[in-house]
């Protein structure tokens, strides 16, 4: 249509053009012959309905649109007024759609920050709906429908209503680690064949390590004066405990909970046979396997507690840790060195820990 269209704008332009020569007589007449010849044409037709395209109707309806109704009935057109007039005005109608109409059908899309609000709200908040995020919303001054967030949810793959009421292990060690400790037995064998039990315990948060004994002979009696040992320690360092993490091994007597529970510490069963319930100290005794255990000769039990209380002030004060950002647990990061000089005059010493199994890295005083 709009090629028809232009076709015609050129040639009824040139026709024009070749009009403005003549004069008002040949024009006069010009305009008499073609008033002649449609009415031969219609008295030919005998009242058929001539057919119009629509470019010819939109070309009809641009050049007569500016004179009124009674003008238009003094010409000798071939269809009525009225339906020059209605080609007009579908003719503004389409125009106006065409200006009005969206680029991209359906609703507006949602704003990127909007959707990563509603899904930061439900990762913070398991047990939220979609209705529980939509009021939120609406508190923060952000106005969407119900059924935006909803649909945002679903197609995170996310229940919008879901029965999200019960704690998972991790969203609890998540939101207690700055009150949870962990314990766990681990053992090693001496030149002789000994096997020694050591009882260790970690503090999640700050990933500190506590080695609270080593022995051939984890009695119950030693075990119960180690729980008293780990409730002074805590109480003197102002840790604010209320969890304890352990396996269900028959090495911790009645008492060692009892002893607990008495200072307010909560103590925490893992499941049977569930050693990632104890993922932390779990993998403190494989490191600990692997950087002293593993590579030393242990001669006796006092042997064991000088390389496990070295192993325990390296790990403490200098090796750094993956899950504190790469900082040791009782000591933050330094300051970067910025200086120019001083990075292109490093002088670093290494200071050997249990005759150079442990390496311990710092700046020359």
């Known amino acids: 249509m709009l090629l028809r269209l232009a076709y015609l704008g050129i040639t009824n332009a040139f026709a024009l053009l070749r009009l403005l020569p003549g004069s008002d007589r040949d024009k006069d007449t010009e305009i008499l012959v073609l008033r002649h010849q449609l009415a031969v044409v219609q008295r030919q037709l005998g009242g058929q309905r001539v057919r119009f395209e629509p470019a010819d109707r939109a070309w009809l309806a641009a050049l007569l ?88 949810m679903r197609a995170a793959g996310i229940d919008p209503a879901p029965d999200r009421t019960t704690t998972t292990w991790a969203q609890f060690l998540r939101a207690q680690a700055g009150a949870i400790l962990a314990v766990d037995f681990l053992d090693t064998i001496t030149l002789t064949g000994t096997r020694l039990y050591i009882l260790a315990v970690i503090d999640h948060a700050s990933r500190r390590i506590r080695i609270l004994g080593a022995t051939a002979h984890p009695t119950a009696s030693w075990v119960t004066q180690a729980a008293r040992n780990l409730v002074m320690d805590v109480e003197d360092a102002g840790c604010q405990v209320k969890y304890l993490i352990r396996d ?70 200098h090796r750094p840790h993956q899950g504190l950002g790469n900082a040791r647990p009782l000591a933050p990061l330094p300051t970067p060195i910025t200086d120019p000089d001083r990075l292109t005059r490093l002088d670093i010493r290494r200071r050997d820990r249990l005759g150079g199994i442990l390496h311990a890295y710092e700046h020359a005083a």
Request: aromatic share 6%; glycine share 6%; net charge positive.
């Open 248 to 317: 269900r091994d028959g090495k911790y007597p009645a008492l060692f909970d009892t002893i607990l529970a008495d200072a307010g510490i909560t103590v925490v069963h893992t499941g049977v046979r569930m050693p990632r319930m104890n993922a932390i100290m779990e993998r403190w005794v494989r490191t600990c396997r692997r950087e002293l255990l593993d590579r030393t000769l242990i001669l006796n039990q006092r042997h064991l507690l000088h390389a496990l209380r070295e192993y325990e002030a390296f790990y403490n004060g």
């Open 65 to 152: 649109s500016p004179l009124s109704r009674p003008a238009l009935k003094n010409l000798r057109l071939l269809v009525r007024p009225d339906t020059v007039l209605r080609w007009h005005r579908d003719l503004q109608a389409r125009r106006h759609a065409a200006m009005s109409r969206p680029r991209r059908r359906g609703r507006p899309p949602t704003v990127r920050s909007i959707r990563a609000l509603v899904l930061r709200l439900v990762a913070e908040n398991p047990s939220w709906g979609y209705r529980r995020v939509h009021g939120e919303l609406l508190t923060l001054g952000v106005k969407v429908a119900a059924s935006t967030v909803w649909e945002i």
